[in-house]
């Protein structure tokens, strides 16, 4: 008996064990804690980290008066750590003289902030390991490594630590600057004897920049451009420029889209604007931004037939422009040589570069473009999202907004400002107002018209059509390319090598993966009956293979009809509906075994619209016109043109063995003269 007792003793200590083990390996990859003594110069500064711990673009701080003024936080990239209502935290009191000890706890799935020891925050949070990476750094002053102007604490720093488990209250309060403690810290900063060094040895590479001193056994940060960036390794700028080439993977997910253009990594296309675009030397050449190590960078692609992409080492980031690289276009210039212009963020400037060689790889150093007045004064303007465009001998320039502003020059070094862009008989009746966000611009001209390809923040894509005239822009006419969210969003367009208008934008707010697509290549055409003509590209017939079709097929009222040979969610589907007479008709694609349960593609009658997904957008069929839809399939991201007059977009979830397609047709009968189906190719099958 008592042997059996030993024994049952024995397995519960080694099942605890155990148990104890599986959870010290769990929290050793989420756990730690940050902390930091802190004198801030100012209670009114926003933005700043007293400590921030970094991989790429992941990163957790100890950031002051960011989301709320006056107040402390975790920050974390995209807030995705950070603790979204703040209304409970005391604002802080503290003059320029007094230390403050700041710790945040990560716990599990749980943040704790501590001030002085007392709880100051506590919230639920999925956290995440950044302490087993090779590659990591630790920030001072800057919320993060790439964080622009503005966004760095002002004061200084007594003491400063990493520790790998999470720190108890009482453990905070028995901390001492400068003292060593019972727990040993994963790095430590005591800032004494004139040195930045880590004394763990675990960052010895220390970057002291923008006015970051050591002085009386402080760090010391009195600008808004102060910071130290401590690292494991040399990182960029530290010697010469290393350049980092984006990648997919050996094996992608199995989410991730097949012939979408889409940012592989390093760093989130967040945001993933596509940016400068242009035909050069016999190829196209795409830009779109993404999170670099070093802030916000524009990604380079290449491609001979605007389908499949060959990335370029980035070479546009903030340690060879000097800010972070925000929306803008390309163009060229008189003289033959392609140029961009973008938003300098952190700079307060859009700014123009040039390029130094045929690959579009090397460039100028940035020019801010700073225009005049008649009184030779500064143009007072908002410095936002800008375009640029070559009209006769003169170059234009839009710097985007609510009411954007127009500027000129001859020679891209002296500009006029011309103040507002919009034509002060801007029509009532358009369906906008003037003061309408109009970001991500680019102006072109399309059949006879000039079309202004925009976003507003809050409603996605959307363009203008008027004439520019008198260096006024007078729309007469508006449409949206976006609709039910901002999904489809920051346009960007080029002039193919046989004239085609060509556009991309970004897909934003859907559940598709990663987080950087581009929609596929749109042509736009603006014929005489100056309706907008919205095709798909062209060239993606070349992806098609392994055609299937049914002819003949009719639907009656409130059924649906399974397609036999045609399944997949890497498909191209063309449906030819006949003039139709039911009120509701169209097909289920990405359906389980039962024709359930898909993303819907109908045509509205009595709503005059067409639906994708979760998305409505204007559309009506003339007097006895068929229905043409062309539905492009790509894993659980659906995309449809309608009669080349709308395009919609939408995606369901991603379930690898929902296959099937299914016509319907409510309120009807409805006659379906053809289906053709195509499997469609990866555009990444030989990288």
């Not at 940050?34 to 400590?51: E, M, R």
């Not at 299914?662 to 469609?680: E, I, N, P, R």
């Given at each position: ?285 795409l830009h779109y931004i993404y999170n670099h190590r070093k802030g916000f960078a524009f990604a380079h692609v290449s491609s001979k037939d605007l389908v499949h992409w060959t990335w370029h080492p980035t070479t546009l980031f903030p340690k060879t422009t000097g800010h972070g690289m925000f929306s803008g276009t390309g163009f060229i210039t008189k003289e033959g040589q392609p140029a961009i212009i973008y938003h300098g963020q952190g700079s307060g400037r859009n700014q123009l570069a040039f390029a130094l060689d045929d690959k579009l790889e090397q460039w100028t150093k940035p020019v801010p473009i700073i225009p005049k007045d008649a009184s030779g004064q500064e143009g007072k303007f908002n410095n ?304």
């Open positions: 008996m008592q042997e059996m007792i030993m024994k049952k003793m024995m397995t519960g200590l080694l099942i605890a064990s155990a148990l104890l083990v599986l959870r010290s390996a769990v929290a050793a990859g989420t756990d730690k804690t940050l902390v930091s003594w802190v004198c801030l110069a100012n209670t009114t500064q926003q933005g700043g980290s007293a400590l921030t711990i970094q991989r790429d673009d992941q990163f957790d701080g100890i950031v002051f008066g960011e989301r709320a003024p006056g107040k402390w936080m975790a920050g974390s990239d995209f807030f995705r750590r950070t603790q979204n209502q703040q209304d409970a935290c005391a604002p802080e009191q503290a003059d320029a003289k007094t230390l403050v000890q700041m710790a945040v706890v990560y716990q599990g799935n749980q943040v704790i902030i501590y001030r002085n020891g007392e709880t100051y925050a506590s919230y639920e949070a999925s956290n995440i390991d950044l302490l087993s990476a090779q590659d990591n750094m630790a920030v001072f002053g800057l919320r993060h490594e790439g964080a622009g102007t503005g966004q760095t604490l002002q004061g200084s720093i007594e003491d400063a630590r990493i520790y790998d488990q999470a720190l108890t209250a009482a453990e905070t309060r028995r901390l001492e600057p400068n003292q060593e403690s019972e727990l040993k810290p994963y790095a430590w900063w005591p800032f004494e004897k004139g040195k930045e060094t880590d004394r763990m040895g675990r960052f010895p590479v220390n970057n002291l920049d923008g006015g970051a001193k050591i002085e009386d056994g402080r760090l010391v940060l009195p600008t808004a451009t102060a910071a130290l960036i401590a690292a494991a390794k040399k990182t960029v700028g530290d010697s010469a420029v290393e350049f980092e080439t984006p990648a997919l993977p050996a094996n992608p997910p199995n989410d991730w889209l097949t012939y979408h253009l889409l940012h592989p990594g390093p760093g989130g296309a967040m945001p993933g604007d596509p940016n400068c675009a242009f035909y050069w030397q016999g190829l196209y050449h936002w999202d800008p375009d640029c465009w070559l009209n006769g001998d003169t170059y234009y320039a839009i710097s985007g907004g609510g009411n954007p502003s127009l500027m000129k020059s001859s020679d891209l070094k002296d500009w006029k400002f011309l103040g507002p862009l919009l034509s002060d008989d801007y029509p009532a009746n358009i369906g906008l107002p003037k003061g309408e966000d109009i970001s991500c611009a680019n102006m072109f001209k399309l059949g006879n018209k000039w079309m202004l390809l925009c976003i507003s923040h809050g409603l996605g894509c959307r363009y203008y059509l008027g004439d520019f005239k008198d260096e006024k822009y007078l729309p007469d006419f508006q449409a949206m390319m976006s609709w039910n969210g901002n999904h489809y969003f920051a346009p960007e367009s080029v002039l193919t090598k046989d004239g085609r208008r060509v556009m991309w934008a970004w897909l934003l707010n859907l559940p598709v993966a990663p987080c950087g697509v581009q929609s596929l290549p749109r042509e736009l055409e603006l014929p005489a009956d100056g309706v907008l003509r919205i095709r798909p590209l062209r060239e993606l017939e070349g992806l098609r293979y392994d055609r299937q079709q049914e002819k003949g097929v009719a639907v009656k009222s409130d059924t649906m009809h399974r397609l036999k040979e045609i399944s997949g969610n890497a498909l191209e589907l063309e449906v030819v509906f006949k003039s139709p007479t039911a009120k509701e008709f169209g097909l289920d694609v990405l359906c389980d075994k039962n024709g359930e349960n898909g993303v819907r593609v109908a045509f509205l009658a009595d709503s005059k619209k067409l639906q994708v997904g979760t998305v409505q957008a204007p559309f009506d069929l003339k007097q006895g016109e068929d229905l043409t839809l062309r539905v492009f399939i790509d894993k659980n991201l659906v995309e449809v043109f309608a009669n080349e007059r709308q395009a919609a977009v939408s995606a369901g979830k991603y379930v690898p063995e929902n296959l099937a397609v299914t016509l319907f047709s409510k309120g009807g009968d409805a006659t379906v003269k053809q289906v053709k189906g195509w499997k469609m190719k990866s555009i990444y099958a030989d990288q």
